[in-house]
């Protein structure tokens, strides 16, 4: 990273972008937003940064990586205005997502691992009680209806939608699926391929790269951790 030797290390705003790819634009960004401390001023009013602004930007960028742009912010302003247990909170909550999303993928594997059919005449169900046992909205279901997602017949005395156990079993999936952060136009050929009894291999590859993506986010926390453990023995203890 270049730097103003002749500053004792101080850094000007392009040599803490240029130092990581940014723009001195993005650096401002960064500290009007709480991400960096506040910059000190020249006599002249431009801004100059320490090391320790290079160490808070080297953790932010790391934890944008495990834990996202928006959970990345939050952890960095609770870092700088002193609330260390705010932001290990967020932390932490960031990981139980990561488990969730874990068990998600565990929760499709298994669904896929059983799927025989299943007679129509048993499970019936209707669109308000399948969308609260999601935990969706009614207008999702229908969404997913129109996607191909899921095919509910229609009664011939109401024309109520009416899901059948098998259905049910596609709706879940697809639930899971978009959990999986997978789009409605992914999703459908797979659920065909689960409807039709084609045999679970199509998916294997899907199911590889969603177990791949979520090795790469676990690493990228422990990167993220490692950085901002870095940048909070750095800081200066808080008043009192």
């Known amino acids: 990273m ?8 101080r850094l000007r705003p392009v040599d803490l972008a240029r130092g990581h790819g940014l723009s001195t ?41 495990g834990h996202g742009h928006q959970t990345a912010t939050s952890i960095m302003q609770a870092v700088n205005r002193d609330a260390t247990e705010d ?43 399948l969308s609260r046992r999601l935990g969706i909205r009614p207008a ?21 939608r009416v899901y059948s156990e098998a259905d049910v079993r596609d709706a879940l999936l697809a639930h899971q699926l978009r959990r999986g952060g997978y789009l409605l136009e992914q999703i459908a050929p797979l659920i ?10 199509p ?10 993506r979520l090795s790469a986010r676990s690493r990228a926390m422990l990167a993220g951790a490692a950085a901002l453990d870095a940048y909070l023995d750095r800081r200066p203890a808080p008043p009192g």
């Open 25 to 65: 634009q993005a650096i401002r960004n960064y500290e009007a937003a709480g991400i960096l401390p506040g910059a000190e001023r020249t006599l002249h009013g431009y801004r100059t940064y320490m090391p320790l602004h290079a160490q808070a930007l080297r953790a932010f960028l790391a934890l944008v990586s």
């Open 140 to 160: 999702t279901l229908r969404k997913w209806e129109r996607a191909g997602l899921v095919q509910p017949r229609r009664d011939p005395r109401t024309g109520y």
């Open 192 to 201: 065909a391929q689960v409807r039709s009894a084609g045999g679970v291999a």
């Open 203 to 212: 998916l294997e590859s899907m199911l590889a790269d969603w177990r791949a």
């Open 2 to 9: 270049g730097r103003n030797l002749q500053d004792g290390g």
């Open 87 to 129: 932001a290990l909170r967020l932390i932490d909550e960031s990981h139980a997502q990561l488990l969730d999303d874990r068990r998600t993928l565990q929760a499709v594997e298994a669904a896929l691992r059983d799927l025989d059919p299943v007679p129509r005449e048993r499970g019936d169900t209707f669109v308000g009680p």
